[in-house]
């Protein structure tokens, strides 16, 4: 219910007042002395237009909902509503939330997702060298892998051979294998700085060395082809292991020989699979694999299934690493369209290195327009001690707790070393060797973490759609939490009020049709029925809920089942048979045998005959009432002058 009150609230919500636009934004109406800006009221008038949310009304009619929304947040910021822990929790995840799409640069999202999606309708077939680096090397140590990296490089434009060299020198263990050969990969099949360096260098060609989270890469680039798209398939498999001898290759070939044989003959290819392949998890289901494209498969495997043109058609039996294949092709598919495949971009975007760009580049952008500064002097200060103690350990804290010297500037706000040990203090990983590049990056960590919070903390002077957002949100959970308090509780869990409130009010209550009030009592058999009539007697309606289940549904056999409530024409078939409507006739399968205890009402004779709609009338009826005291004792002052200008989008 919140939720669905929290959209109706920011029908009635409003934008912050700022100071900086009292010239062009006038007051348009004063409630008990607060200030309400032209701004304010014309923004949600317009919304509520716009959205048709609630039937048209004239702008005097806003005036009146407006008011008594703007009444009600007052009342609850009366009451320190705003003020519960609770509530400024749950606003502080709004304002986390609605905060994010402002706090990246929104061009390079659209960028990557079309450099994304262009390099997905695109293969490039690469080999590597790897080099791996220490996560807590030394400056001079990266350096060192470095400059070995453009050593085997310039080999290999000497004219050694790229693939000969992997085989030599990688550290990807694959490379002892496929002498450092990938085939061909796509987009987000390989860490972004990879995929970079595939995709940005030539045919023919090496790239620099990349760093990525594995060590140093050179990547050479042996051939491009347009992406093939995706492939369904399904396939029988005998598995030969890496050590198998002759004769254990030479059963493989001739067991995948003879299924080939009764393929060709005409059995069922699923069938063989379930009953031969020795890919067990496949053969469950005839063989069948999931839809896979370029780079998914070894690459003599992926060759064989993308070599089959229509669907049904099988290969012949060939060899992988793995052992012998029969494929089948299914179904082929292309790459969707950008609109179609763009969710899909997005969300593997946020999944990779890639994600963090458009919150670099904006971060590097608010570094100039805030005149982001760090003094070096304090950072080597504190890297000293760091490097000294070992670590961010107790130490550390101890010696750097009386520094507390200006270490970074934001706009016009300085931000202290005690600051900075506070964020590593609740920021700490696990700790790691002492090293230059970790002070050096946890330093770049906290100075992005504080850019972005003074850019959250600007949103609502910079952004007025941000700003309205918040205002909405804000003012829309004080409603619901006042209202809560002054109507909804109060209708819903006083009793004696619904029951007053009917009595008074019974002429708004009536039916078409009479109603039943009471209990349908269904049994299996006519026995049954009998001996239920005969226990009924006497007893009250909740004693029979008790005794007549107690008694007859006994070693789990539920001969009778009891249906307690009121029954308007058309609830239920039984109950319109023997008594609402007698034209009908009807007999349960199960339960043929049925009586009623109770009786036909007229129209409502307690506020429980019609709970639904005295509760919902009440609630009217406390809101009235509610508004008509908050008016009474509140000063209401609206400029006419300024009302007459409000402009309808």
Request: proline share 3%; net charge negative; aromatic share 10%.
């Amino acid at each position: 219910m919140k939720t669905k009150f929290l959209l109706s609230a920011i029908l009635f919500g409003a934008t912050f007042s700022n100071i900086m636009f009292a010239d062009t934004d006038p007051v348009i109406m004063k409630i008990n002395g607060k200030e309400i800006c032209k701004s304010e009221f014309e923004y949600i008038y317009n919304k509520n237009s716009q959205q048709q949310t609630i039937e048209q009304k004239s702008l005097d009619e806003y005036v009146d909902l407006f008011i008594n929304y703007k009444l009600k947040v007052d009342a609850a910021e009366k009451q320190g509503l705003d003020t519960v822990p609770a509530f400024v929790k749950e606003l502080e995840g709004y304002r986390q939330q609605l905060a994010k799409p402002y706090l990246v640069d929104n061009n390079i999202e659209d960028i990557l997702c079309q450099e994304a999606y262009a390099r997905l309708k695109e293969n490039v077939e690469v080999s590597h060298i790897l080099l791996r680096v220490d996560p807590g090397a030394s400056p001079e140590k990266v350096k060192e892998i470095y400059d070995k990296m453009l050593g085997y490089k310039q080999q290999v434009i000497d004219g050694k051979n790229f693939n000969e060299l992997a085989g030599e020198v990688s550290e990807d263990p694959s490379a002892k294998r496929n002498s450092g050969a990938l085939g061909y990969i796509t987009g987000f099949m390989t860490v972004y700085p990879f995929e970079n360096a595939a995709y940005n260098t030539p045919v023919g060609q090496i790239s620099d060395p990349v760093r990525t989270s594995f060590g140093y890469h050179l990547v050479y680039v042996t051939n491009r082809r347009a992406d093939q798209g995706e492939i369904l398939a399904e396939h029988i498999m005998k598995v030969v292991p890496a050590d198998a001898d002759a004769s254990v290759e030479a059963e493989a070939k001739k067991q995948i020989n003879d299924i080939y044989k009764k393929i060709k003959a005409g059995e069922n290819f699923e069938e063989l699979a379930m009953a031969n392949s020795d890919d067990k998890v496949s053969a469950r289901d005839g063989g069948k694999l999931p839809w896979f494209g370029s780079g998914r498969m070894v690459a003599d495997f992926e060759k064989e299934a993308f070599a089959l043109k229509n669907k049904g058609e099988y290969s012949e039996p060939f060899r992988t690493p793995f052992g012998w294949h029969i494929v089948k092709m299914l179904d082929k598919r292309s790459v969707a369209s950008f609109e179609d495949k763009k969710e899909e971009i997005v969300k593997r975007i946020k999944r990779d290195e890639r994600a963090h760009k458009g919150q670099d580049v904006l971060i590097n952008n608010l570094k100039n327009s805030y005149n982001v500064t760090c003094d070096n002097s304090a950072s080597l200060q504190l890297k000293a001690v760091y490097e000294q103690c070992g670590n961010f350990d107790s130490v550390y804290f101890t010696q750097t707790a009386q520094m507390n010297i200006p270490l970074l500037k934001i706009s016009d706000k300085t931000y202290t070393s005690e600051d900075f040990n506070d964020f590593v203090k609740t920021n700490l990983s696990v700790k790691s060797a002492p090293n230059h590049d970790s002070f050096i990056s946890k330093i770049e960590e906290y100075t992005k973490h504080e850019i972005l919070k003074y850019e959250e903390s600007q949103l609502e002077n910079k952004y007025p759609e941000y700003r309205n957002l918040m205002r909405e949100y804000r003012d829309g959970i004080l409603l619901f939490e006042v209202s809560n308090n002054e109507v909804w509780n109060k209708a819903s869990s006083d009793e004696k009020a619904l029951e007053k409130f009917f009595n008074k009010n019974k002429k708004n209550y009536t039916w078409e049709k009479p109603h039943f009030k009471g209990m349908l009592i269904e049994c299996v058999d006519a026995e049954t029925f009998e001996k239920a009539k005969e226990l009924v007697k006497g007893l009250s309606n909740d004693s029979i809920l008790k005794v007549l289940p107690r008694e007859l549904n006994v070693d789990s056999q539920r001969v009778v089942r009891i249906k307690k409530g009121l029954f308007a024409p058309g609830d239920n078939k039984v109950v319109d048979a023997l008594e609402l409507n007698k034209e009908v006739i009807y007999q349960d399968k199960k339960y043929p045998e049925a009586f009623l205890i109770g009786e036909t009402l007229e129209k409502p004779q307690s506020y429980e005959d019609v709970k639904g709609m005295v509760t919902s009338d009440y609630q009217n009826y406390l809101d009235k009432e509610w508004i008509k005291k908050l008016r009474k004792k509140s000063k209401i002052e609206i400029n006419k002058d300024v009302l007459k200008t409000v402009n309808p989008l």
